[in-house]
Structures are given as structure tokens and as C-alpha cells.
């Protein structure tokens, strides 16, 4: 007997997986309390019913969207660089700055996943201590322990860590919420390759200690 769906399986699964998509881009959009099943439900191209049978409650198509969001990390764990055994300075230099180039590509790749991340982040109450048990608490130590990693190596300037990475989170992010306002005043577009690199070239030398 054959483990692979039949079509009407397949059908299902595609229809879902268009709801889910669609909620990811209402939730980062609107946020969850603006969101609706129905403003889903258009999104997908479905009826509201059906957004309904998949999912049950706008709480569980959040959360399913919100570990969706997050498989999307392992894109940017495959990118991260890793620092080579008794690297020179240059060696240093560089690394750092593949870490900040792969950080402000990966927010800019995927909005999505930034707009739920700073819209819950901002929201106390029972999401957001869902969200930081299952995923934030765990991102948030891996990046304390990657900022403690790089001042040891002298890579960063000594000081918190926490005040460290939200200095660098704010650097990485803000420029690519407001590029639309940017672009509008200035004409420069802050999310091209070209302005992307100026952005982290200009942290480091901020966040280069002194000697």
C-alpha cells in the first residue's frame, strides 16, 4: 500500500499551506488583534469556514504561522560564518561582517517574520510568553552568547551584551522599517545590496574597539 497522498490529500495540504501563508503576511501586516479569520480567508482565496476546519481558532493559526516563521532561522543558520581557529585580525574582521551582512540580508528576505517578531515583542500577555518559551529565550541566549564570543576575540568593544545586541538588532532592522519613508524623502533606497553593505560597514567601524 503506498504512503503517498492521493489527490484530494494533496489538495488539502496546498490549501492549507495557502492559508498559513497567507496568515503569516496578515499577522505581520495588521498584528494578531486586527488580524481576522475572514481577512485570512481573503487573503488565501478561501472561504472563512475552511480557515476555520484547518485551523479552529485564530490563536492556533498564529501559532502555527509563528513556528512557521521561525523555521525560516535555518536559512540564516546555514549562512552564519564560522570563526577559524586562531584567525588573524583580518580573518576577525571579516567574520564580524559576514555575521552583520547575513543578519540585515536575512531581515530584508524576510519581512514577514521581522513585523511578527517586533509586533509581539512590543506586546505583553500570553503570546509573547508562549513566543519566549518556545523560540525568543532561545534566540536571545544564542545571540548573548555570539556577542560575549566576539568581545573575547576582541571583536566587539567590551561592555553588556545585552545593551550590545540591541544596539546592533536596532542597526540591522530599523533601516529596512522605514526604508519606504527613506526612499520617499531622500530617494535612496536603503534595502539595495549597495546601501545594505554601507549600513554594516558603517556599525562596524561604530562598534570597532579602540584601541
Given at each position: 500500500m503506498s504512503d503517498q497522498p492521493n489527490a484530494r490529500e494533496l489538495k488539502k495540504q496546498r490549501t492549507r499551506q495557502r492559508i498559513l501563508d497567507a496568515a503569516i503576511t496578515v499577522f505581520a501586516e495588521?498584528?494578531?488583534?486586527?488580524?481576522?479569520?475572514?481577512?485570512?480567508?481573503?487573503?488565501?482565496?478561501?472561504?472563512?469556514?475552511l480557515v476555520q476546519y484547518h485551523f479552529e481558532t485564530k490563536l492556533n493559526l498564529w501559532q502555527e504561522a509563528v513556528d512557521a516563521l521561525w523555521l525560516?532561522?535555518?536559512?540564516?543558520?546555514?549562512?552564519?560564518?564560522?570563526?577559524?581557529e586562531a584567525p588573524n585580525a583580518e580573518q576577525e574582521r571579516g567574520y564580524i561582517r559576514e555575521v552583520f551582512r547575513q543578519l540585515i540580508r536575512f531581515a530584508k528576505d524576510h519581512p514577514a517574520w521581522v513585523g511578527v517578531m517586533f509586533r509581539e515583542a512590543a506586546t505583553p500577555g500570553p503570546r509573547l510568553d508562549w513566543l519566549v518559551e518556545r523560540h525568543l529565550r532561545r534566540n536571545f541566549n544564542d545571540g548573548i552568547k555570539l556577542i560575549s564570543m566576539a568581545q573575547e576575540h576582541?571583536?566587539?568593544?567590551?561592555?553588556?551584551?545585552?545593551?550590545?545586541?540591541?544596539i546592533i538588532s536596532g542597526a540591522l532592522t530599523y533601516p529596512l522599517l522605514v526604508a519606504p519613508l527613506t526612499q520617499r524623502v531622500t530617494g535612496v533606497d536603503m534595502t539595495s545590496d549597495?546601501?545594505?553593505?554601507?549600513?554594516?560597514?558603517?556599525?562596524?567601524?561604530?562598534?570597532s574597539p579602540k584601541s
Open positions: 495588521a498584528g494578531f488583534e486586527a488580524a481576522s479569520m475572514g481577512s485570512i480567508a481573503t487573503r488565501a482565496g478561501v472561504k472563512k469556514a525560516q532561522l535555518e536559512v540564516l543558520d546555514n549562512r552564519l560564518p564560522t570563526l577559524p576582541g571583536l566587539l568593544p567590551p561592555g553588556s551584551p545585552l545593551h550590545i545586541i540591541h549597495e546601501e545594505l553593505d554601507i549600513t554594516v560597514d558603517m556599525l562596524m567601524g561604530m562598534l
